[in-house]
């Protein structure tokens, strides 16, 4: 399941981010990283920028970013 399908205040875990290495970095360094939990907060119209909570970090992310985030609901 990608990140982009996640509803509203659902938790889930980062599986693998799929991507070249400067996108995989960038998201490591935001701490979205496999096995941690992410919490999808809002999102705007048509979901073209998603926010995040990762431990105690609000991330914004554009949609085609998100969708290289395979997540798992827990």
Not at 36 to 46: R, V
């Amino acid at each position: 399941m990608k990140l982009t399908q996640l509803q509203k205040n659902q938790t889930a875990k980062v599986v693998g981010i799929d991507g070249p290495k400067s996108l995989r970095e960038r998201l490591f360094s935001f701490g979205i990283l496999p096995q941690e939990e992410i919490i999808l907060k809002e999102y705007s119209l048509a979901k073209q920028t998603l926010e995040v909570l990762v431990g105690d970090t609000l991330v914004a992310l554009r949609a085609n970013e998100a969708m290289l985030i395979e997540i798992e609901i827990i």
